[in-house]
């Protein structure tokens, strides 16, 4: 057997244990401010593309437009309905334009003069602003929660949506 000496048991004092407790609480604060700004990123990330990825993927009035002339960031052209034959100018974004010349597959925004690309590149690049917000988020994730592995993945989605956009709408 072993002559150890017993431990002397000490008992922390009353401010120590409250000291240690609002350290606690400030930690936990912390991490909840931290995962509601990363939920409100991504939150408001999704409401901003929702306004043009639901013309994108269900848009009631569907047709192609001819891409005209382009200004600073929008390109005129002139929407020919599928199921009317009738005509009226309209905008479009020129990173989804294609260029002069080009004809695409449209859907025009409700009561507007501005028309969103359909089909998959048309459908990513609408959530392109999700994509910048994942990206966003995931630096608060990495940096505020220490969450590394999971910042990874939320950076590397966003990632894939922007690339992909731009991929799709390239080619």
Known sequence: MSSRPAKKKTKRSRVRRLGESAFGLLLLARAGLMALIALVLVVAGAWTSWDTAS???AGDERGTVTVGPCGDDECTGTFHAEDTAEQQKVTVSEFASGGRG?????????????VVRTGPGGILYSWVPLGGALLLASLVIAGGLRMRKT?????????????????????
């Open 55 to 57: 013309v994108a993927m």
């Open 151 to 171: 910042a990874f993945v939320t950076g590397a989605c966003g990632a894939l949506i922007m690339g992909g956009a731009w991929a799709l709408l390239s080619f």
């Open 102 to 114: 080009q004809t695409l597959a449209v859907a025009v925004k409700p009561g507007t003069d501005h």
